[in-house]
């Protein structure tokens, strides 16, 4: 078969994976090629149209470097970040869900001493966080290890801004006590917007949507024995819990935060308390 038609295009390009080696190669690209003419026959877009697909994915390349990747918020925005989660994080209901890791996780966090603030700087609204790490039949689990981050009060993460807030700002790491319980000082997360000065920026805007996630703290959770669980706990009331801009919101991760007032001159403050359920590991 030689000719190149536009009823056949699909069929000629699959044709030449025949030869293909790698098994798992060949279906993801089978996959890739059926899908990505079947849009191009459903969209017809125009050369000029083309190439701004083609710009536009350059420049979600060229905006990345060590610290912004572009391409992950791109999978993120367009709901297949979650998506990909929802396929490899299959729990039972018992289960706390996993959530998107986003791209803000930092290897190395410290650890601290349960009780410990995980702020470097005084402010933001003091928040304590407590709860405990139960296994699927609620026995506590010792010595799980809570890797924590969020945002600063003004919504940015502390390696997005470098000269401002200091190193691990708002980053630490806890395990819990001998009955899986786990405490530790914050300030109350905001609402903040996505990196919205590239490509993906531009492209939310063009479809009419916001950058903005719900205020969350994020966690991974792990533990000998166990699969460890990537997740956030939501402020309950939050505007945005409904139009996360990365779709990464669950109703069991949405928790209240009790605001506490200021009382006989202690300051006001905010607490929240959850348990987080692990699945033996297979
Ligand atoms: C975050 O929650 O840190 C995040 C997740 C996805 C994209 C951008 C940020
Ligand atoms: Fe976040």
């Known amino acids: 078969m030689t000719g190149f038609t536009e009823d056949t295009s699909a069929e000629t390009v699959l044709a030449r994976l025949s030869e293909c080696p790698d098994g798992r190669l ?5 996959s890739v090629i059926r899908h990505l003419h079947a849009m191009v026959k459903e969209v017809e877009p125009t050369q000029e149209e083309w190439m701004t697909a083609i710009r536009f994915l350059t420049e ?3 905006m990345c470097d060590e610290r912004r990747q572009e391409w992950i918020l791109l999978s993120d925005i367009l709901g297949v970040s979650m998506l ?13 869900p996993s959530t998107v890791l986003g791209p803000f996780h930092v290897e190395g966090a410290p650890e601290l001493p349960l009780g410990a603030n995980i702020s470097r700087t005084d402010k933001g609204e003091p928040l304590l966080v407590s709860g405990r790490v139960l296994d699927e039949a609620g026995r506590a689990i ?16 502390d390696v997005q801004q470098p000269d401002e807030q200091p190193a691990m700002n708002l980053r ?11 405490h530790f000082r914050s300030i109350k997360p905001c609402s903040y917007p996505i990196p919205t000065d590239g ?21 991974i959770i792990s533990a000998d024995g166990y699969e460890s669980v990537t997740t956030h706990l939501f402020v309950e009331g939050d505007e945005y819990l409904d139009s996360d801009a990365v779709f990464g919101v669950k109703d069991a991760l949405i928790v209240p935060f009790v605001l506490h007032p200021a009382d006989d001159g202690a300051e006001a403050y905010y607490t929240v308390e959850n348990d987080f359920r692990l699945c033996t590991a297979s």
């Not at 060949?26 to 089978?30: N, T």
């Not at 630490?172 to 786990?182: A, I, L």
């Open 172 to 182: 630490g790491r806890f395990r819990t006590d001998k009955d899986g319980v786990f």
């Open 199 to 219: 490509p993906v920026g531009k492209l939310l805007t063009g479809m009419g949507r916001h950058p903005y996630r719900p205020a969350h703290i994020h966690f």
């Open 60 to 62: 979600v390349g060229q």
């Open 26 to 30: 060949s279906e993801v690209m089978s």
């Open 84 to 96: 990909i989660d929802a396929i490899n994080n299959r729990k039972p209901a018992m289960a706390t």
């Open 142 to 157: 010792a010595g799980a290890e809570l890797d924590i981050w969020q945002t600063s009060p003004d919504g940015f993460y």
